[in-house]
């Protein structure tokens, strides 16, 4: 009986230092961030970035 909570617990405190999941989800995260930054500009520039080019668009031939 010992000897099954021995493992048990070795089993345990291998799965809690499995750090395998952790990289991904840090990279979720930055994308995440970088979506949200970019969604943002693009709020801000949208009218500014679409009035140049219908002034570039408008003085082609």
């Given at each position: 009986m010992l000897k099954l909570f021995i493992n048990m617990k070795l089993a345990l405190t291998r799965l809690m230092d499995n750090e395998e999941g952790q990289g991904l989800t840090e990279y979720a995260l930055i994308l995440a961030l970088?979506?949200?930054?970019?969604?943002?500009?693009l709020n801000f520039l949208g009218g500014k970035v679409s009035g140049v080019l219908?002034?570039?668009?408008?003085s082609l031939p």
């Open positions: 970088i979506a949200i930054v970019a969604i943002v500009a219908s002034t570039v668009g408008s």
